[in-house]
C-alpha cells in the first residue's frame, strides 16, 4: 500500500439491506476494505452497486445493516466534522453567497468571525473563487458550484473527504479540468480520500488504489494499485491498458 500511516476508515464486513412492501433489496453484501492516512481511493463500479451507499455508511448518513465501519480508530455513529462530504448534485444554499456557503460548517460550529472569515477567505483562494466570494450560486457554472461545494466540505478542516461522483454533472472539459484541480488540492492538503464513479478513466487518473464493486448486491471483486506518478498521461500505453482491465474486471454486470 502506498498510503503514509495507520489505516484511517476501515469498513469490516459491512452489508446493508433496505426492506420494503415489495421485499428485502441487499446492496452491499460482506464489503470490507482498509483507506490509508493521506490515501486517494476510488470505488468503482457500475450503476445500482452500491457505491454511493457505501459512502453515506462511511458519512455516517446511514446505518449499515451488520458489519462495522471506523474513521480514525472510532465506530461511526453518524455523520461528524472529520467527514467532509460532497455530492454530485450541488447542494448549495440558493440565498446564501459563495463566501457564505463555504462558511456555513463553521457558522454551526460556532467559530469565530475572524477566525471564520480567515479560513472561507484560504478556501476561496485554494479553489480559485476569491473574485466570487460575493456571487450567488445562480450566477454561476456547474464547475464553479462543484469547486464552492468542495470548499465548502474542506473548511472544517476534515480529516477525510469523501467524494460522490462529483464530476458527473459537468462537461468533459470541465470535468478534467476539476480532476486536475482536485488533485493539486489532495497534494496540498493530505486529506484522506474516499471517491465514487463509474467512470474507469477517472478512476485511474485520480488513484493510488482503486476498488471495483460487482453489481447489486456490491461486493469487492478486486483491489487494483496505480503504481504510477501524477499527472498521467491518458495516451500513454500502460493508462490504456488499465483502462481496460479495469473495464475486465468489472465483469459481464458492468
Given at each position: ?48 452497486c452500491g457505491k454511493?451507499?457505501?459512502?453515506r455508511l462511511v ?161 469487492v471483486r478486486a ?32
Amino acid at each position: 500500500m502506498s498510503y503514509r500511516g495507520d489505516a484511517e476508515i476501515i469498513v469490516d464486513g459491512v452489508s446493508m439491506q433496505y426492506g420494503g412492501e415489495s421485499g428485502t433489496t441487499t446492496a452491499l453484501q460482506d464489503v470490507s476494505l482498509e483507506i490509508g492516512s493521506g490515501e486517494f481511493v476510488t470505488v468503482l463500479g457500475p450503476s445500482g452497486c452500491g457505491k454511493t451507499t457505501l459512502l453515506r455508511l462511511v458519512s455516517g448518513l446511514e446505518s449499515p445493516s451488520s458489519g462495522k465501519i471506523t474513521v480514525a480508530g472510532e465506530p461511526v455513529r453518524g455523520p461528524a466534522p472529520n467527514r467532509g462530504t460532497v455530492f454530485q448534485a450541488y447542494h448549495l444554499f440558493p440565498w446564501l453567497t459563495v463566501e457564505e456557503n463555504v462558511a456555513f460548517g463553521l457558522v454551526e460550529q460556532g467559530v469565530p468571525d475572524a477566525t471564520r472569515r480567515e479560513r472561507t477567505s484560504e478556501m476561496l483562494d485554494l479553489v480559485g473563487l476569491s473574485e466570487f466570494a460575493d456571487a450567488y450560486p445562480k450566477e454561476l457554472s456547474g464547475g464553479m458550484k462543484q469547486r464552492v461545494g468542495l470548499a465548502r466540505a474542506l473548511a472544517v478542516d476534515p480529516d477525510v473527504l469523501l467524494m460522490d461522483e462529483p464530476f458527473g454533472s459537468v462537461d468533459m472539459q470541465t470535468r478534467r479540468r476539476l480532476q486536475r484541480e482536485l488533485l493539486d488540492i489532495w497534494s496540498s492538503t493530505e486529506k484522506t480520500v474516499l471517491f465514487v464513479t463509474h467512470d474507469i478513466e477517472e478512476a485511474v487518473v485520480l488513484s493510488d488504489r482503486i476498488v471495483v464493486l460487482s453489481g447489486t448486491p456490491g461486493r469487492v471483486r478486486a483491489t487494483v494499485a496505480v503504481e504510477r506518478s501524477r499527472p498521467r498521461d491518458r495516451s500513454a500505453q500502460w493508462f490504456v491498458d488499465q483502462v481496460e482491465g479495469l473495464f475486465e474486471r468489472l465483469g459481464p454486470n458492468r
